[in-house]
């Protein structure tokens, strides 16, 4: 369409609750893989020296753990490259057969009380926790810690943020903190 030209058609946002995006993603992907997780998860665009940071932080005597929204098939792959936990959502095995159960969908006070029963297992104070998040899903979890750091996020999520970080290496974003500890 040309710059200035009118639509009859109007954009609408959509925003979705967790189990709404839950649900749109069982629909999209009934028809995903094994191979087709692998392959997504191999293609991601990570941060890099995600693997040296966390292993610096087992070095250390600390933990690591990977609360996300996203399907647990996806997350718990990231225990493999040092992540001492790592929850998503409870989706279906792929190929879905089956529908999706709402009390495995996580949302974001879920990812609260998660940590909350990491700090106990781990035998952590909430006081000695870092929260690193980039949506306003980690908003929650952000407030119930001390430190905290927004990387790659919209403004709404630095802003309740202790430090902020805009770039693709995990380590320069742990270094915030270490740094200042």
């Known amino acids: 369409m040309k ?15 967790t189990w709404g995006y839950a649900q749109r993603v069982h629909g999209l992907w ?40 996203s399907p647990s098939f996806f997350v718990e792959r990231l ?19 089956e529908p999706i159960d709402p009390a495995g969908i996580l949302t974001p006070a879920a990812k609260v009380e998660i940590a909350e029963r990491l700090c106990v297992e781990f035998g952590v104070a909430r006081a000695d926790c870092v929260a690193y998040g980039d949506s306003l899903s980690d908003a929650e979890l952000f407030a119930v810690v001390p430190v905290s750091v927004a990387i790659n996020a919209d403004r709404r999520l630095e802003g309740l943020a202790t430090h902020s970080y805009l770039g693709r290496d995990l380590w320069d974003a742990y270094e915030l903190v270490r740094r200042a500890r």
């Open 30 to 69: 009934g028809e995903l893989t094994e191979a087709h997780v692998v392959a997504a998860f191999e293609g991601a665009p990570w941060l890099r020296r995600i693997r040296h940071t966390w292993a610096e932080i087992r070095e250390r005597g600390e933990y690591c753990a990977v609360v996300s929204l």
């Open 79 to 97: 225990l493999a490259w040092g992540a001492h936990a790592a929850y998503g959502s409870r989706f279906p095995a792929v190929p879905f057969t």
């Open 3 to 17: 710059q200035g030209a009118r639509s009859s058609h109007r954009r609408h946002l959509v925003f979705l609750d």
